[in-house]
Nanobody, 117 residues
Framework: QVQLVESGGGLVQPGGSLRLSCAASGSIFSINIMGWYRQAPGKQRDLVATIVTGGRTNYADSVKGRFTISRANAKNTVYLQMNDLKPEDTAVYYC???????????WGQGTQVTVSS
């Protein structure tokens, strides 16, 4: 089994920055995908960014140029640096890990990000 623990969420003003962290532990595939998704009240859970073990990344159009995903493979940790935050970024952010073919998907408990004046 795999456990994911997120941290770093909070309240920030528009234009501010936050850095999210997610540490995975347990039986993890050597090659995997880690990523961040977000869900606002009443809306579906959407992709924010993903990163493969080798470093290849993918971003939602809404966060390109503002967010940066990175990972430390040796400790199975993924980060999301969020800059120039906007009110539309307000959501619960969830960390995910899966095999490269989409098998064995695990989710973290979520961390709240609120962008407001």
């Amino acid at each position: 089994q795999v456990q994911l623990v997120e941290s770093g969420g909070g309240l920030v003003q528009p234009g501010g920055s936050l850095r999210l962290s997610c540490a995975a532990s347990g039986s993890i595939f050597s090659i995997n995908i880690m990523g961040w998704y977000r869900q606002a009240p009443g809306k579906q859970r959407d992709l924010v960014a993903t990163i493969v073990t080798g470093g290849r990344t993918n971003y939602a159009d809404s966060v390109k140029g503002r967010f940066t995903i990175s990972r430390a493979n040796a400790k199975n940790t993924v980060y999301l640096q969020m800059n120039d935050l906007k009110p539309e970024d307000t959501a619960v952010y969830y960390c995910q890990i899966s095999g490269i073919l989409g098998q064995s998907v695990y989710w973290g408990q979520g961390t709240q990000v609120t962008v407001s004046s």
